[in-house]
């Protein structure tokens, strides 16, 4: 089960980044340069999640931890039990 404040945070992330890449972009004002103005909107969303939900989730589930040597988990393991 995922904890609480991480539920939170993809929620909020999830909704801010959809609202910059969704609901802004219906609020950029006719002109010549609206379509520009409104794929940066959306591109900038798109890549900022991204960038956001590959760095959160990588920190869940790294790849390697910490080394440590056989003489530090005995300590752990005597102090900690």
Do not use: E
Not at 42 to 70: D, E, H, K
């Amino acid at each position: 089960m995922a904890a609480l404040s991480f539920v939170v945070a993809m929620c909020v992330m999830t909704l801010f980044w959809g609202f910059v890449g969704g609901v802004v972009p219906w609020f950029i004002p006719k002109g010549p340069n609206r379509g520009v103005i409104v794929t940066m909107l959306v591109l900038t969303a798109v890549c900022c999640y991204l960038f956001w939900l590959i760095a959160i989730l990588a920190q869940l589930n790294p790849l390697f931890g910490p080394a440590l040597s056989t003489d530090v988990i005995w300590y752990l393991n005597l102090h900690w039990t």
